[in-house]
């Protein structure tokens, strides 16, 4: 019983080193004497000691490679991109990928910097931040028709940062504010004129205006002085004495409006009970004298009332 023991022991070793688990998403590569033997996927598996070994495991899951790449662009100005690279390694590739390829990271990174050096130089920088998925798609074609033969799959490639030198970054800002600057001088400008179209169409009506409040008060006036003639007329005053009296009327009144204002300039007319008399007789004359030296001075013709 005693010497069964160690030999049950050492079995119960050879036994509990010959059992394995692989997890979940996850391969591992078996080698017997040196040589592939299999690959085992999730599960508790069994190998035989001593002969077999795990070479490997190989994670199935979706990684992630980030990878800076500074270069220059057309207009030469040097920048920076960061490009993310999401891979997995093929299920039914698994032994390429394992054998074929010693560091895929490295690898990767190869193609990377080799695609954006080949894209970029293309185009100027404004056109990097326009057609960053063109670079995008550009190291997902180059990475897949050469990764895939290692057994890797390229997911997606993602072009996430663009970092130009922080000289031409601030030119930009500059550029950007200049623009944005005449835009609001333009703007400023376009409103100023529509303020001085609206002040001179307001203007121009308040003189429209004005003019015709005038003519209408001339024409009030003129129709107020025919009834007076007419009225004084049929109280027995001749057109004469009723030109003279409105005359002088017309001279008291300008006397009191020029009094309510302290600082007017007064003409003082002779004020003499034919004053009015003789203004009158020297108008008819100068329109007398006018007509005969060939200069006709002619009113206004009135319209024909209807009946």
Sequence with gaps: MFVLIPFFIVFLIIVLNGLFTVKQQTVAVIERLGKFQSIKGPGLHLKIPILDSIAGRLNLKIQQLDVIVETKTEDNVFTKLKVSVQFMILKEATYEAFYKLQSPYDQITSYVFDTVRAEVPKMILDDVFVKKDDIAIAIKRELEEAMQTYGYGIVKALVT???????????????????????????????????????????????????????????????????????????????????????????????????????????????????????????????????????????????????
């Design 161 to 307: 940062d663009i970092d130009p030198d922080i000289a031409v970054k601030n030119a930009m800002n500059r550029i950007n504010a200049s623009e944005r600057e005449k835009k609001a001088a333009e703007y400023e400008g376009e409103a100023e004129r529509i303020r001085i179209v609206a002040k001179a169409r307001a203007e121009a009506e308040s003189k429209r205006l004005q003019g015709q409040g005038i003519a209408d008060q001339r024409r009030e006036i003129a129709k107020g002085l025919e009834e007076s003639v007419g009225m004084l007329h049929h109280v027995g005053i001749t057109s004469q004495e009723a030109s003279s009296l409105l005359v002088i009327t017309q001279h008291y009144d300008t006397l009191h409006s020029l009094a309510e204002h302290t600082n007017s300039n007064l003409i003082l007319l002779p004020n003499v009970p034919n004053a009015a008399s003789d203004m009158l007789t020297n108008m008819v004359t100068s329109f007398n004298a006018a007509q005969s030296l060939g200069t006709p001075i002619t009113a206004p013709k009135e319209k024909p009332k209807k009946s």
